[in-house]
């Protein structure tokens, strides 16, 4: 039977830190130095033991009882909550065969009012024992801590690599929140653990951020990298009207920023122009051609406007419409674009389905470029393909071009 001990009492008497003072902000990701963390930390190149850092040349190997303050430690619950991050670097060699049982386990801990520690949430990360190649966490309050515990929703990766263990503490009407996520070095989020105890009231009996703590690991060392502590702030923008930016309203935005009111006003004037996508293209597998051209009002979705001609060469007697745009979804910085129409009466079977099409453009006139389209009768769950995406059947494209205008 394992047992648990309740870290809120190690924690006192085995990691007496003296507080520093804190900042908004920290990051460390060891370019120059392991500045911000304590122990035996060591800073290493790329490569160093056949590990590529995550970001950068450098990252640095942490032992059991390794730590860092986030930058210092604060009293005062942020107004919209912080977030605090490192990446691990998880070898699925290490758990070479069934029965390998090695583990750590990684706090972010909070503070109460007064300064004094008041809870941890904990990252136990370890080798899958019940199966090679494989490694489990879950997450909870206590070390050590059991990755498999069946009663913590445990999970499994069986990928080599970097991944970011993150915890997000917000405030939940008035009672703490921790989210704590596992992602991958894409930055996708492969698991979450929700941990909040009624108890914890910001203000009463919660403060602010504590430290980082490899609080226990039976390995000779781990690879980490991009330790990360922030406040989050809410996002404020982007501005929709000239108005928005005068009278030192430009200063507002954070999403984006701004230097001057000037700018301001040439980003709304640039943003309220539609995003342009045109094409006229001929796909194989069946033989088709689609020729198109719409516009995203992505101020205002109900002006997204547009017309579509459709051609399937291949289809009993022709299949030849056009149509309106419904929708559009144009997104000038990766080139692509999605746009959604109906078609019309006349075609059995056809008349009605919505039809969500995505193309992408790959630069200079050519195949390359790439084009899909995907059917529903449903009008919503084709305005949600439409403007969030979807699988697409992919036609390969033999003539014509398409472009996604700058």
Known sequence: MKKYIILASIAIFTLVITPALAVSSYFNGFETDISGWNGTIARVASGTDSITSALGSYHAKVNEGDFTRWGGYENVFPTNGYITKIDVYLDMAQNPTVGTDKRFDFSSAINQPNGDHRRDFIFSVGTDPAVANQWVMSASNNSPGWPANPGRDPFVISDTGWYTFQHTFTNNGGVLKVVMEV????????????????????????????????????????????????????????????????????????????????????????????????????????????????????????????????????????????????????????????????????????????????????????????????????????????????DFSMYPITNGNLVVHN
Not at 280 to 302: T, W
Not at 322 to 338: F, G, N, P, S
Not at 347 to 364: A, F, P
């Open 183 to 390: 992602l991958n070095s894409g930055g996708t989020v492969l698991h979450s653990w929700t941990l909040s105890d009624p108890s914890d009231v910001i203000g009463t009996t919660v403060g602010g951020n504590r430290y980082g703590w490899f609080v226990t690991s039976a390995f000779s060392f781990l690879a980490v990298d991009n330790s990360e502590k922030i406040n989050i702030v809410p996002v404020i923008g982007p501005p929709t009207k000239i108005k928005d930016c005068m009278k030192g309203g430009w200063k507002t935005f954070n999403n984006p920023l701004f230097q001057s009111q000037k700018k301001c006003i040439a980003y709304v004037v640039k943003q309220n122009k539609p995003a342009k996508a045109t094409g006229d293209i001929g796909m194989s597998g069946p033989k088709q051609r689609i020729i198109f051209s719409v516009f995203d009002y992505a101020n205002n979705p109900s002006k997204d406007k547009g017309e579509v001609e459709y051609w399937n060469f291949e289809y009993p007697g022709l299949l030849h419409y056009k149509t309106k745009i419904l929708c559009a979804d144009v997104d000038k910085l990766t080139e692509e674009a999605r746009f959604m129409f109906q078609i019309p009466s006349g075609w059995t079977g056809l008349s009605g389905l919505y039809v969500v099409s995505y193309v992408k453009d790959n630069g200079n006139p050519g195949t390359k470029d790439k084009y899909g389209h995907t059917s529903t009768g449903d009008l919503n769950t084709a305005k949600n393909w439409c403007e969030n995406g979807t």
